[in-house]
Structure formats: C-alpha cells, structure tokens
C-alpha cells in the first residue's frame, strides 16, 4: 500500500476506541508530532488531582520507553504536554528505558534508576520482552512456537518483579503508574494470547496497592482491528515493525497515559499528527 494512503486512514482506525538488540526507526517519509498542544497554555487550567505534588517523574521502561524520549516520541509528548498544558510548574521527566530489559532487569536497577532521583511519580512500562523474549532469541534469530526459551521471564517472576518495584516506590511515598504491555507483532499469535495474562497480573496489583493501571493492548487491538477491515493485515498501524511505536503508536500512548493523568480530553485533543517536510527523522 502507498505510504501516504496508509496515513490517511490512521483517523478511520483510531475512530473505534472513543530488547538486548538494538532497534533504531528508520528515517522515513511520513507525519510527525509537531506542536502537540496549541493555544492552551493562557487557559490557567488547574492541575489535575493526579499530577499535584507531582515535578519529578521518572518513566521505566524498556526500548519502547528509549525510543519514547525523543521528538515524537510517547515520553516526548508527555513532557511536552505537561510543560505546554501547566507551565507554572517545574517538569522533570526522566526517560529511563534500556533496550532490551526485562522486569528482571528493571527491578535490578530500580535503586539506581528510580529510588535514587527521588521522583514522586514513576510510570512502569513493561511486559513485551518478558513474553517476546520466550519465543524469539535474537542471539541466534530462532523462534520457539511453545516459548521456551530462557531469556524471557515467567508469569510468577514477572508479578514477582512488579511487586518487588511497587513496594519500594511505596516505602519512599513515590506514586506508581503501571502501563500494560502492548502487543507483540500486531496480531493474535501465541505471544499475544500468553501476555493477556502478565496484563491481568499488572492490573491486579494496581488494585491491590490502589495504583493507576492504563490498559493500552486494547486500544491498540482495537485500532488495528478497524485498520486491517479496510486494509488488511499485511503491514503495521501502529508500530515500525510490529512492536515499536510509529507516530500514531506514540499518540495513542501519550493520549492514554495523560488522560490517565486527568489532563482534559480536550487538550488532548489537541495532539496531532502532522505531515513532515522533507525527511522525517526521528
């Protein structure tokens, strides 16, 4: 399918919801997020309940959440946002993905990563790898069709993981955001079906500490779902190559995360996708 025909029908989908490898997106022709907030900041909007007290927020993650910080990118829009929404207040928002990790490996530098830069917010963002990484070793680029391989991290080690990093947020009075893992490839293949329940995991935590969970494999399903009714399933919506965020994915991130943050929908409204001049580069 064309490039720019692809674009145009991004709208039509999103209408329907109301590693250790190196990845680097390619440079390409296309739409960027460009000026996500306009003519709000005059409004003297009052911070929401979720942000009060709120300046430093470290967000954790893995590759997705390393690509999420630069210009585009879901991390970029939420800095971006908030700064642009509620410039009175003093902003620090400190990407802390690594390509590649685990909750095994997020929860090992938690003290360093989190616990020492005294946030009072963290958003967590994790799950892809600890199911990828079962089924694909990309030592070796082999694929298991039963997940057996060791490089990825069991359900009960994963809640394990997540509760572990809860806890310590919790004992230094640091809020905890938890977001779902997003699918893998795109599609409903074995993977998928298996992270339905690390989804369920996160989300019973959340419930069990009182912590904000944002589903986001739904509207992703959701949005691809419409797409692929008018296109087909042969290429991404919403990912470069079937995991990692294009624009749109980042959009659809940062619109649910700040939502979940009680920016008003209508500045999140505000967050475009906009055609590039030239060379999209991120």
């Known amino acids: 399918m064309n490039f720019t025909w692809r674009w145009l029908l ?20 296309g739409p960027m997020l460009i000026n996500p907030v306009q003519q709000v900041a005059d409004t003297n909007l009052p911070l929401p ?13 893995d590759s997705i959440t390393q690509l999420g910080g630069e210009p585009g990118g ?13 410039p009175d207040q003093n902003w620090d928002v400190i990407n ?33 790898n600890d199911v990828w990484h079962q089924y694909y070793d990309f030592a070796t680029n082999q694929h298991s069709p039963t997940g057996d391989f060791p490089a990825g991290v069991e359900l009960e ?16 009075g640091i809020q ?4 779902s ?12 079906e298996e992270l339905q329940a690390y989804i369920a995991a996160m989300q019973t935590l959340a419930e069990k500490y009182n912590y904000t969970f944002v589903d986001l494999y739904q509207p992703f399903m959701d949005a691809i779902a419409a797409y692929h009714t ?49 060379m999209c580069n991120f």
């Open 230 to 278: 008018v296109a087909g399933p042969a290429q991404p919506l919403l990912t470069y190559d079937g995991v990692h965020p294009n624009p749109a994915g980042n959009q659809l991130i940062a619109y649910n995360l700040l939502q979940a943050l009680g920016v008003p929908t209508s500045v999140l409204q505000t967050l475009q996708l906009q055609p590039c001049v030239g």
């Open 181 to 192: 893992p997003t699918p893998i490839r795109e599609v409903q293949k074995r993977e998928n």
């Open 49 to 61: 309940e979720a942000l009060q007290g709120i300046e430093t927020i470290v967000v954790l993650g």
């Open 176 to 179: 905890v955001l938890l977001m």
């Open 10 to 29: 991004i709208p039509l989908a999103l209408s329907s919801f109301g590693s250790v490898w190196s990845f680097r997106p390619p440079v390409a022709q």
């Open 74 to 86: 879901y991390v970029w829009l939420l800095a971006k946002t908030l700064q642009d929404v509620y």
């Open 157 to 172: 080690e994963y809640q394990a993981h997540l509760e572990a990093m809860i806890q310590a947020a919790q004992a230094e």
């Open 96 to 128: 802390a993905g690594i390509s590649g990790n685990t909750t095994a490996n997020l929860r090992a530098r938690f003290a360093e990563d989190v616990l020492a830069r005294s946030p009072q917010l963290v958003i967590i963002y994790i799950g892809v």
